[in-house]
Nanobody, 118 residues
């Protein structure tokens, strides 16, 4: 059974950093390196929004709101994607979810809460 499990969320002060992880499991992720991995977030009362993407060729894309502060990466040997978040702002507070996609195959994680507050 395909599974994505996010971790690394928590409470951090403005200006701080967090590193989120998205670990995959299940036979469909035996070809993890072929998947595009994405991070999305959803703040209370708002729609889910795109944060970052890394393709199988390690091409990256970011939402304008996080460019220069967040970095997405992947470790194919560990079948894990990461989101390094620096210079965090209160408006980054949200549930962050991982999404894996490869042609018609896709899977979502349950999400991890990130709260930026003093």
């Amino acid at each position: 059974q395909a599974q994505l499990v996010e971790s690394g969320g928590g409470l951090v002060q403005p200006g701080g950093s967090l590193r989120l992880s998205c670990a995959t499991s299940g036979t469909i992720f035996n070809s993890f390196s072929a998947y595009t991995m994405e991070w999305f977030r959803q703040a209370p009362g708002k729609q889910r929004e795109f944060v970052a993407r890394i393709t199988s060729d390690r091409i990256t894309n970011y939402a304008d709101s996080v460019k220069g502060r967040f970095t997405i990466s992947r470790d194919n040997a560990k079948r894990t994607a990461y989101l390094q978040m620096n210079s965090l702002k209160p408006e980054d507070t949200a549930v962050y979810s991982c999404h894996a996609v490869y042609f018609t195959r896709e899977a979502w994680g349950q999400g991890t809460q990130v709260t930026v507050s003093s």
